[in-house]
């Protein structure tokens, strides 16, 4: 291939594919009993905070109205009880995950350094060393929490959205169809941006790695800059590599930021819809005010899981790029490998046996002939004849 510098960008060699997934998948299958208690517990927390809203429906329409004070505090000792159990579990859960993330990025970087010492020197000739070191550190660490909260909040926010919805419908089946209206317009918004996401992000990804391509280069070579005065013009590339990196994060950043007020005003709107259904359109009288506030509550919260899954689905999409870059450097081929049945090489002393041979001058005086000797690590030989005469001048 053509040397790649760091003003060219870089390009895959395949777009992304499942299959990348599904290989990513094998760094947490060892981790997968901790994850699964982590989900388990989060299931539990986020399944004790959804009865809040159905403890507040109780209260508005018969503890509130009946003037029920002792009813009302137990109702708000319970409430308060089910964010606790809800807090206590999450708290255990973010612990597990925290230990789980940092093992995943062992396993990664591990793999990643190990091929990397197989591969030729024409790889190491081709590439810069900054665009090989970004892949090793920074790559890593933004891919492991993809791979490690990322999926599994997928799952936990998958069975919350099925847990809030279940509760909508049980506190009252037209409010909650309304909320499920929106639902259809969300799913055309984030389809529009997920292609927009990606692209951006991979530019992102280019970006970051010509100038760390030619950072690394200028600190190792500061000396040879000095020498030729080259700091100016060294300077002015820099800045040029800087600007594209900012202008490639601003326009991928814009489009990350518009998951989460897009969500949100279709939230909105949803809300309002329920109180204007419910007050209006489904007559007045026919929805009790803590139907309306519960069902409310429960919109919010169906809409909290689908932020968090697109904030996920962000996220995911900016680690794409980076994954495509990892495996891509694992599956460079190696040219030359050990063949089957290769055995170590014993520990090499670094010595030097010189055995019968012969020094001379070109002149053939002051000949040596069959010297035998050795050269032990950290020696040094010296051979000292007579100097070769100088002729006479004319």
């Not at 998958?158 to 049980?170: A, R, V």
């Not at 280069?217 to 800087?242: D, H, M, P, W």
């Not at 026919?286 to 899954?309: D, R």
């Not at 000949?367 to 006479?392: I, Y």
Request: glycine fraction near 6%; include cysteine.
């Amino acid at each position: 291939m053509a040397r790649n510098t760091y003003k060219v960008d870089e390009t895959l060699e395949q777009p992304f594919q499942v299959k990348h997934l599904l290989r990513a998948s094998s760094y947490i299958k060892k981790w997968k009993k901790p994850m699964l208690i982590a989900l388990v517990l989060s299931g539990l927390g986020g399944a004790f905070g959804y009865l809040a809203p159905m403890v507040i429906q109780y209260a508005l329409d018969h503890a509130v109205p009946e003037k029920n004070t002792r009813m009302l505090l137990l109702l708000v000792s319970v409430l308060a009880a089910v964010y606790l159990v809800s807090v206590i579990f999450t708290t255990i859960r973010s612990r597990i995950m925290v230990h789980v993330s940092q093992e995943i990025i062992y396993d990664i970087r591990k793999d990643l350094f190990a091929h990397l010492q197989e591969l030729p020197f024409r790889y190491y000739d081709d590439r810069p060393h900054g665009k090989i070191l970004i892949r090793v550190v920074n790559y890593v660490n933004s891919v492991s929490d993809m791979l490690s909260n990322g999926l599994i909040n997928i799952v936990l926010e998958g069975f919350n959205l099925i847990f809030i919805t279940l509760f909508m419908f049980l506190v009252d089946v037209q409010l909650a169809l309304v909320v499920m209206c929106g639902v259809p317009v969300l799913t055309v918004f984030m389809l529009w941006v997920k292609n927009k996401q990606r692209k951006a992000w991979q530019a992102v990804s280019n970006k970051n790695s010509n100038l760390n391509a030619y950072l690394q280069e200028n600190i190792v070579g500061a000396r040879i800059t000095q020498i030729f005065a080259r700091e100016k013009e060294n300077q002015k590339t820099f800045e040029e590599l800087s600007d594209d990196c900012r202008k490639t994060w601003n326009t991928a950043v814009r489009y990350s930021n518009l998951v989460w007020p897009g969500i949100d005003t279709i939230s909105v709107f949803v809300r309002a819809a329920i109180f204007l259904f419910g007050l209006v359109f489904f007559g007045q009288g026919s929805k009790s005010l803590g139907t309306i506030v519960a069902v409310s509550s429960y919109a919010s919260f169906f809409w909290q899981p689908i932020m968090n899954l697109g904030n996920i689905f962000n996220n995911f999409i900016n680690n794409i790029a980076y994954l495509e870059r990892i495996f891509e450097t694992i599956d460079e081929p190696v040219d030359i490998q050990d063949k089957e049945g290769a055995v170590e090489m014993p520990p090499i002393r670094g010595r030097v046996t010189f055995d019968h041979v012969t020094f001379s001058y070109e002149e053939g005086t002051d000949v040596l002939q069959d010297v035998s000797f050795t050269v032990e690590p950290g020696e040094s030989v010296a051979l000292v004849g007579r100097p070769v005469p100088e002729k006479a001048p004319s």
